[in-house]
């Protein structure tokens, strides 16, 4: 099956939706992906981003010190994040723009497990039988919680915290299975991350076939992997990026449609980080509630730490986990991006690590791995970057708003809308592809 078939192509009533110009606000994944979606379908767009750089909370990083390409966050990427896939496939023709492999995880010190090129679920369910630095009846724990929640469909009639999920799980399983699968997951701590979402993401990645389990990293920045190439095709579909520019004011307009600092659009789609969506959208009481929901979100941070060695230095995997240390996870940016000798250390949600200064944290990740991992006991240079708000807190009970808004012809997009996924680019770019269909399904006269 054609992948992009859900993007939209092509429609055949087009008569009125030729007159349509879509103001997109915010340059970020989800904008993007609404952006190509719409161009892709001949309507006139423009995407303004506030930023120098497109791509919001996944973009290359400025780094004028340094001739290598950070990005603001090492990301990963699971096969099941098809509308992400899809589109970066469209944008990047011939690109290998990403590394990928069959699930792995390898903790050092600690869980070992590799799911056998088997048919979903099979796969998932011996990578369990099989790990190793856990013992058979956690393997048997592991197992049978999978296929419990696989017989009730992955679905809480009501939901609850991760932690009261695990309730009967071994302590020692949680420790080294679950609870940092929900961090990579979710970015939330189990005593408050919502049980549904995980169980979403569980089902998913692990149970529809086998080739949405696979680990994808990109191989290039993650500018480049999807919203650089998405502004040229956008642009050589008609529609303008324009950078550089914060839109301060949206207000209806008294001929229809919408003004955006003044300029005339048909369509808004509102595709900024939930914080600041509601400040944007302040200015139009009939959205006030969904104002309320946002402004009771709750954040988590994500710390990266850089840190170039010599370019021999190679780690056995791109992706390695870690065990009883200050950071979850250490790419191999050598392996992925030819950066040899660049590591990338990830450290999710808030901690201790949070009252270090930059230095004394990048010291203190490059003994853990001098420890662990056996790499030199000094880095040649650092790079610590601290995302404040890098997801939303996926916990219990969140209110997200749907794309479709009470406003005519206004829509928000983004990774906090209506989704079955936590803060993920999948999440970003599945809700501005639901925004370009909204709007290509709503080809009426009216602006
Ligand atoms: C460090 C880090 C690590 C992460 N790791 C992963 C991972 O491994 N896997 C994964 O799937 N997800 C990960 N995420 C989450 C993922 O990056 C986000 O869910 C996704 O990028 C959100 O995209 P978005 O388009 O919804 O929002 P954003 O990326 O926040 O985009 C919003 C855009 O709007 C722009 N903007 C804001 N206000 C205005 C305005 N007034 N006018 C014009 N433009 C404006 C901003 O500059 C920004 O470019 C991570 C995030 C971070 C920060």
């Not at 250490?330 to 230095?359: M, Y």
């Amino acid at each position: 099956m054609d992948r992009l078939a859900h993007l939209g192509k092509k429609l055949t009533n087009v008569t009125t939706l030729r007159n349509r110009h879509v103001a997109i606000i915010g340059g970020g994944y989800a904008g993007m992906a609404a952006a190509v979606a719409l161009a892709r379908n001949d309507i006139k767009v423009t995407v303004y981003e506030a930023g120098k750089v497109l791509g919001g909370r996944a973009r290359q990083l400025e780094h004028p010190q340094l001739d290598t390409a950070l990005d603001n966050g090492q990301h990963l990427l699971l096969g099941a994040y098809q509308t992400t896939l899809a589109l970066a496939r469209l944008v990047n023709p011939g690109t290998a723009a990403w590394l990928r492999q069959p699930l792995q995880l390898h903790t050092q010190n600690g869980l070992q497990l590799a799911a056998p090129r088997l048919p979903a679920p099979f796969n998932t369910l011996l990578a369990l039988l099989t790990a190793k630095g856990i013992n058979a009846s956690q393997r048997l724990a592991a197992t049978g919680f999978m296929m419990h929640q696989r017989l009730r469909g992955f679905k809480l009639t009501q939901d609850i915290t991760v932690a009261e999920l695990l309730i009967g799980q071994p302590p020692h399983l949680i420790k080294s299975l679950w609870e940092p699968l929900c961090l990579a997951a979710l970015n939330t701590p189990i005593a408050t991350a919502s049980a549904q979402v995980f169980l979403n993401v569980l089902r998913d990645s692990l149970t529809r076939s086998r080739q949405d389990s696979d680990l994808i990293i990109p191989t290039i920045d993650l500018s480049a992997f999807f919203p650089v190439p998405a502004a040229d095709y956008v642009r050589s579909n008609g529609g303008d990026i324009v950078m550089q520019h914060r839109v301060r004011s949206i207000t209806t307009s008294d001929t229809g449609g919408y003004l955006v600092d003044g300029a005339q659009y048909s369509d808004v789609i509102c595709a900024v980080a939930p914080h600041q969506a509601a400040a944007l959208i302040a200015g139009l009481p009939a959205l006030m509630p969904i104002t309320e929901q946002l402004n009771s979100y709750s954040y988590q941070p994500i710390t990266t730490v850089y840190l170039q060695y010599s370019p021999h230095i190679r780690l056995p995997r791109a992706m390695t986990g870690l065990a009883g240390t200050i950071a979850q996870w250490v790419f191999d940016r050598g392996i992925s991006h030819q950066q040899h000798g660049l590591l990338a250390a990830v450290i999710s949600t808030a901690g201790e690590h949070s009252k270090l200064n930059h230095k004394a944290l990048a010291a203190h990740i490059v003994a853990e791995l001098h420890q662990t991992l056996a790499t030199p006991p000094d880095a040649i240079w650092h790079q610590v970057v601290v995302e404040k708000r890098a997801t939303f807190s996926c916990d219990t009970h969140l209110p997200r708003p749907t794309q479709h808004t009470s406003l005519a012809n206004f829509y928000l997009a983004g990774d906090y809308t209506a989704s079955d996924y936590p803060a993920t680019l999948e999440a970003a770019t599945q809700s501005g592809v639901k925004c370009a269909h909204l709007i290509l399904a709503n080809n009426t006269t009216k602006p």
